[in-house]
């Protein structure tokens, strides 16, 4: 293929993301949001939030991180941050997917995107920890908003969300940390109140 098809291809391919669903609710509870609307919304909250993040912050390649990060998810599938034991097949699966996905694009662009989501994955640059902050923080601000469902339906506790989230928004936005903190405190005080 020439490196047109070859970006056609890759985007016609990520297409699929649309089709992955994950476990936190829409706002309206009507149904589970997919990856590309996840990406989506994580980029925007990256752009958003900019003035809490560390003051070296590339925020365009934040934004690229986001809408990359879930890719690998077409083949690898989502799996919940609180469940341990599918997590640790879970790298390898990706980085196969990664290698794939990616591998469709013209070689420079492939090995651009398969960096940038490598980093974003290793969490080693002040970029790629607030993007993974911030990927933290839409998942939270949606069971925040839903009353914790998806917290409630999976049987994850207050001491669970707190151990697994952090560390890693702490370490990139202390702000960013107090606001979750008192979304997840309220969310797990509302459910024990009814």
């Given at each position: 293929?020439?490196?047109?098809?070859?970006?056609?291809?890759?985007?016609?391919?990520?297409?699929?993301?649309?089709?992955?669903?994950?476990?936190?609710?829409?706002?309206?509870?009507?149904?589970?949001?997919?990856?590309?609307?996840?990406?989506?919304?994580?980029?925007?909250?990256?752009?958003?939030?900019?003035?809490?993040?560390?003051?070296?912050?590339?925020?365009?390649?934040?934004?690229?991180?986001?809408?990359?990060?879930?890719?690998?998810?077409?083949?690898?599938?989502?799996?919940?941050?609180?469940?341990?034991?599918?997590?640790?097949?879970?790298?390898?699966?990706?980085?196969?997917?990664?290698?794939?996905?990616?591998?469709?694009?013209?070689?420079?662009?492939?090995?651009?995107?398969?960096?940038?989501?490598?980093?974003?994955?290793?969490?080693?640059?002040?970029?790629?920890?607030?993007?993974?902050?911030?990927?933290?923080?839409?998942?939270?601000?949606?069971?925040?908003?839903t009353g914790g469902?998806?917290?409630?339906?999976h049987g994850i506790?207050?001491?669970?969300?707190?151990?697994?989230?952090?560390?890693?928004?702490?370490?990139?936005?202390?702000?960013?940390?107090?606001?979750?903190?008192?979304?997840?405190?309220?969310?797990?005080?509302?459910?024990?109140?009814?």
């Amino acid at each position: 293929m020439n490196r047109d098809q070859q970006q056609i291809a890759f985007i016609l391919e990520i297409d699929r993301l649309k089709t992955i669903f994950r476990r936190s609710y829409l706002t309206d509870c009507s149904r589970f949001e997919n990856d590309a609307e996840h990406s989506w919304y994580f980029a925007l909250i990256a752009l958003v939030l900019r003035e809490h993040a560390p003051h070296d912050v590339d925020i365009f390649r934040v934004m690229k991180m986001a809408l990359i990060h879930d890719i690998v998810e077409i083949d690898a599938g989502d799996v919940i941050l609180y469940d341990e034991e599918a997590r640790k097949n879970q790298v390898a699966k990706e980085e196969a997917a990664a290698e794939r996905i990616f591998g469709i694009l013209p070689p420079d662009q492939g090995v651009e995107l398969f960096s940038l989501w490598r980093e974003f994955e290793e969490g080693a640059t002040v970029d790629a920890r607030y993007a993974r902050a911030v990927d933290r923080f839409s998942s939270i601000i949606l069971n925040y908003a839903t009353g914790g469902r998806s917290w409630m339906e999976h049987g994850i506790t207050i001491s669970q969300v707190k151990r697994a989230n952090r560390e890693v928004i702490e370490g990139a936005s202390p702000w960013m940390w107090q606001i979750v903190e008192k979304m997840i405190d309220e969310t797990f005080q509302r459910k024990n109140s009814k």
